[in-house]
T-cell receptor, first 113, second 116 residues
Framework: SQKIEQNSEALNIQEGKTATLTCNYT??????LQWYRQDPGRGPVFLLL?????KEKRKERLKVTFDTTLKQSLFHITASQPADSATYLC????????????FGKGNQVVVIP | DAGVIQSPRHEVTEMGQEVTLRCKPI?????LFWYRQTMMRGLELLIY????????DSGMPEDRFSAKMPNASFSTLKIQPSEPRDSAVYFC??????????????FGPGTRLTVL
């Protein structure tokens, strides 16, 4: 069956350090992968998209990698700040060319001042 | 643009009652999605529409759930009769398909449903 796995344990990290989150998937062949941020009581907000032929994508302090061989994406927040504390979800289309998304359960990040 | 608008924000009802959740997507978007989020199951897609037409309702749990999109600016998700296990946060999201073949989804604030 298809699965998207993110670490269920919260990541506690000191301010200024780099937070790294993992998204693993099985039985998918996605053309792209997306990352969203969700704050408590709010809907997810789109952050980044990375395509299957891209190894790395950056946006400000965020960096995403995509390894289709390992079936894994890494999400990095560099120079983390308390305002980065949130839950981060990865999402990908369940079938190639499909316009819907399947989401991981998310990984909470807590940045400690 | 005000973003995706959902109402009500909170709904508390008793088992067996009908519940109607409402969504106004972002103007110009051609896709609308309904999700349910719980701690156990995460964010699950219930149904999505393209140009007001339902495309995939395979995530709708059972016949008690129904969704409509009578026009491009309004959609409803109805649960009749409601059950305690329907308690969750329901999100509506909309998107515009890009030429490159992908789209980012814009989520509403959600409706927190509690069925007693």
């Amino acid at each position: 069956s298809q699965k998207i796995e993110q670490n269920s344990e919260a990541l506690n990290i000191q301010e200024g350090k780099t937070a790294t989150l993992t998204c693993n998937y099985t039985n998918y062949s996605p053309a792209y992968l997306q990352w969203y941020r969700q704050d408590p009581g709010r809907g997810p907000v789109f952050l980044l998209l990375i395509r299957e032929n891209e190894k790395e994508k950056r946006k400000e302090r965020l960096k995403v990698t995509f390894d289709t061989t390992l079936k894994q994406s890494l999400f990095h927040i560099t120079a983390s700040q308390p305002a980065d504390s949130a839950t981060y979800l990865c999402a990908l289309p369940p079938t190639y060319g499909n316009n819907r998304l399947a989401f991981g359960k998310g990984n909470q990040v807590v940045v400690i001042p | 643009d005000a973003g995706v608008i959902q109402s009500p924000r909170h709904e508390v009802t008793e088992m067996g009652q009908e519940v109607t959740l409402r969504c106004k997507p972002i103007s110009g978007h051609d896709y609308l999605f309904w999700y349910r989020q719980t701690m156990m199951r995460g964010l699950e897609l219930l149904i999505y529409f393209n140009n007001n037409v339902p495309i995939d309702d395979s995530g709708m749990p059972e016949d008690r759930f129904s969704a409509k999109m009578p026009n491009a600016s309004f959609s409803t998700l109805k649960i009749q009769p409601s059950e305690p296990r329907d308690s969750a946060v329901y999100f509506c999201a909309s998107s515009l398909l890009r030429i490159q073949g992908w789209h980012e989804q814009f989520f509403g604030p959600g409706t927190r449903l509690t069925v007693l």
